[in-house]
């Protein structure tokens, strides 16, 4: 999978081949986990899945920027941003290491 984009249809695959679901069975599971989460976010604004990361909304306020092409000073309006939060069991996961307890020194 290095260097290229996980896909519902890849998601749909995996739990076929995992779970023996039908295909299409499989791909409506993967449609409603993601259906459930975007929903949570938009309705409580955070989503913690154990083991992987937390999903939150924020609000981030109005600022000045810049066009870079003119240098015009633009107001950019107060929005909401989604921000992920990897667990630490992910961090030690993509880093390499086996478990999630720190290591003790001498």
């Keep these: 999978m290095k ?3 996980l896909t519902r249809a890849d998601l749909a695959e995996a ?3 995992e779970v023996g ?3 299409s069975e499989s791909a409506e599971l993967v449609d409603s986990i993601l259906l459930e989460i975007g929903e949570s ?3 409580e604004g955070v989503v913690k899945i154990s083991s992987f990361g ?3 909304v924020r609000p981030k306020g ?3 920027g810049r066009n870079p092409k003119t240098g015009e000073e633009v107001p950019i309006m107060p929005r909401k941003v989604l921000v992920f939060r990897p ?3 992910l961090k030690d996961r993509i880093n390499g290491e086996t478990s999630g307890a720190p290591e003790e020194e001498d």
């Design 41 to 43: 976010l938009v309705a």
């Design 3 to 5: 260097g290229r984009t």
């Design 62 to 64: 109005q600022r000045v």
């Design 15 to 17: 739990v076929y081949q």
């Design 54 to 56: 937390t999903f939150s």
């Design 87 to 89: 667990s630490q069991v």
């Design 21 to 23: 679901l039908s295909r």
